[in-house]
């Protein structure tokens, strides 16, 4: 889990830092890349820069890679981002039954090392809309990134009072953090009003010391657009849609854009499935 590589080496650098971090930030692409080089890595670390290696081939929409690579003796994390593509990458039936295997899983006694399966059930669980399932699956891990799934799920169920009590909680583990960071922009966009600005500067920020990806665009666009400054949400989604077309979110607020806009937005078809959690 993060917060155990970083404590467990205070002093040493964290070999999977910007593995990790690239893709917190949607930077995928640099993610795949450096987790392939894999230089610096222990072979305690393999495992988790392999996790965050298919995790963002799943998010470029890349299922076809992580179900042929992962096979059936890989070890239980790698199997929870199999089925999590499975489920992403099936129709309706083959999500109902990856369901289904989901649900029988938990049903037994885990094993509470395998810190990524409360990841993946939450997110399968968070795409059925099932919120308090995937709330009591994240309650049993104490990584920042469940904590930041959970913030989510609160906010999908118009619980601001105890998204913020999470983001609370974040801020007291690692404030510095880009998930906590993150998580502050997505509970401002949610405050609104003086406080959708300070969502705007946390993703330039975020934006300026790493590099300006699709989602980090679309967290600008987001708080310009519900500021009224369509033209300048409008900037922002044109340079996200030249770095990523077929990316889901910007062309979802483009189509929200041209409404406020009155134009006919000229969007190319694509497959619109969402990819994994914002």
Same mark, same amino acid.
Request: aromatic share 8%; with cysteine; net charge negative.
């Given at each position: 889990?993060?917060?155990?590589?970083?404590?467990?080496?205070?002093? +040493?650098? !964290?070999?999977?830092? !910007?593995?990790?971090?690239?893709?917190?930030?949607?930077?995928? +692409?640099?993610?795949? *890349?450096?987790?392939?080089?894999?230089?610096?890595?222990?072979?305690?670390?393999?495992?988790? @820069?392999?996790?965050?290696?298919?995790?963002?081939?799943?998010? +470029?929409?890349?299922?076809?890679?992580?179900?042929?690579?992962?096979?059936?003796?890989?070890?239980?994390?790698?199997?929870?981002?199999?089925?999590?593509?499975?489920?992403?990458?099936?129709?309706?039936?083959?999500?109902?039954?990856?369901? @289904?295997?989901?649900?029988?899983?938990l049903s037994k006694s885990l094993d509470?090392?395998?810190?990524?399966?409360?990841?993946?059930?939450?997110?399968?669980?968070?795409?059925?809309?099932?919120?308090?399932?995937?709330?009591?699956?994240?309650?049993?891990?104490?990584?920042?990134?469940?904590?930041?799934?959970t913030l989510q799920c609160y906010l999908?169920?118009?619980?601001?009072?105890l998204a913020r009590k999470e983001l609370?909680?974040?801020?007291? @583990? !690692?404030?510095?953090?880009?998930?906590?960071?993150?998580?502050?922009?997505?509970?401002?966009?949610?405050?609104?009003?003086?406080?959708?600005?300070?969502?705007?500067?946390?993703?330039?920020?975020?934006? $300026?010391?790493? *590099?300006? *990806?699709?989602?980090?665009?679309?967290?600008?666009? *987001?708080?310009?657009?519900?500021?009224?400054?369509?033209? $300048?949400?409008?900037?922002?989604?044109?340079?996200?849609?030249?770095?990523?077309?077929?990316?889901?979110?910007?062309?979802?607020?483009?189509?929200?854009?041209?409404?406020?806009?009155?134009?006919?937005?000229?969007?190319?078809?694509?497959?619109? @499935?969402?990819?994994?959690?914002?």
């Open positions: 889990p993060p917060e155990l590589v970083t404590m467990s080496a205070q002093n +040493q650098p !964290d070999p999977l830092f !910007d593995i990790r971090n690239a893709f917190y930030i949607g930077n995928y +692409q640099y993610c795949i *890349t450096e987790a392939q080089k894999g230089k610096n890595v222990s072979p305690e670390h393999k495992l988790e @820069k392999d996790v965050f290696l298919y995790r963002a081939y799943m998010a +470029q929409r890349k299922y076809g890679v992580v179900l042929d690579e992962i096979r059936s003796m890989a070890p239980d994390e790698l199997q929870c981002i199999r089925m999590l593509a499975d489920y992403l990458s099936g129709d309706m039936a083959r999500k109902n039954e990856v369901v @289904k295997q989901l649900d029988q899983k509470v090392n395998n810190v990524i399966l409360p990841v993946v059930a939450a997110t399968i669980y968070y795409h059925e809309q099932n919120y308090e399932a995937a709330l009591r699956v994240l309650h049993q891990s104490d990584s920042l990134e469940c904590a930041a799934l999908k169920l118009d619980r601001l009072d609370k909680k974040m801020q007291e @583990k !690692d404030d510095d953090a880009t998930l906590t960071q993150l998580a502050q922009a997505w509970v401002n966009l949610n405050l609104g009003g003086e406080k959708l600005q300070e969502a705007f500067y946390i993703y330039q920020e975020l934006a $300026e010391k790493n *590099t300006a *990806t699709p989602l980090l665009l679309n967290g600008q666009a *987001t708080a310009y657009i519900a500021q009224g400054k369509y033209e $300048e949400a409008e900037a922002l989604l044109q340079e996200a849609i030249e770095k990523d077309s077929n990316h889901v979110e910007t062309l979802i607020n483009l189509v929200v854009l041209s409404q406020h806009l009155g134009k006919s937005p000229e969007l190319q078809q694509c497959n619109c @499935k969402e990819t994994h959690v914002r």
